[in-house]
């Protein structure tokens, strides 16, 4: 893995898509220090009051709970350190990200929905398991217009072929968006 310290690369695509899974991987190999931001984490810190991210009421929470991963990410980058935000931040969720100094890598993981439906299943405890918001946030990260050049699709593959496929696509610098 090049060196990709001060960098933000932010994971995404829908549920079961092999985000955490390949962020760990990733934030764990040789190389730069680095740092991994669960998103998910950032909206389990709201402990009265809180709404589904994925129910449309939450747009104000969802929009204070981004700026403050934003912030968070560059903090880490301005110490020196490689970042990998993995969550569910789709485009429009970017306008945060993309006012930040550092360089910022965008890659969506798109599974078949089907195989994302049944990963969500078999992971159980307090995640996200109804095949209906699954498939809604599966839809969202169907066609990306001129963002659909950051997908890497996954059918068929390890989570190994996974992790090899983003390290390649932030080593690469083809990921990263402008700001």
């Known amino acids: 893995m090049p060196d990709l310290a001060g960098q933000i690369l932010i994971l995404t695509g829908p549920p079961g898509s092999g985000k955490t899974t390949t962020a760990r991987a990733l934030a764990a190999e040789p190389g730069a220090p680095a ?15 809180a709404i589904p991210p994925y129910l449309p009421q939450a747009h104000r929470q969802n929009e204070v709970v981004i700026d403050v991963l934003a912030r968070t990410a560059e903090a880490y980058t301005s110490g020196g350190y490689f970042v990998i935000v993995d969550g569910i931040i789709g485009p429009w969720f970017l306008p945060p990200f993309r006012t930040l100094a550092p360089p910022l890598h965008y890659v ?14 078999l992971r159980g405890g307090d995640t996200l398991s109804d095949p209906e918001p699954i498939t809604a ?7 990306l217009g001129p963002l659909e050049r950051h997908v890497i699709p996954t059918a068929g593959q390890s989570p190994s072929d996974t992790l090899v496929a983003v390290r390649q696509a932030a080593a690469s610098g083809s990921f990263r968006l402008a700001h």
């Open 137 to 143: 946030l599966h839809e969202q990260f169907s066609s």
């Open 108 to 121: 969506v993981l798109r599974p078949p929905l089907s195989a994302a439906i049944e990963r969500c299943r």
């Open 35 to 49: 740092v991994h931001l669960h998103a998910d984490d950032f909206w389990h810190f709201i402990k009265n009051g």
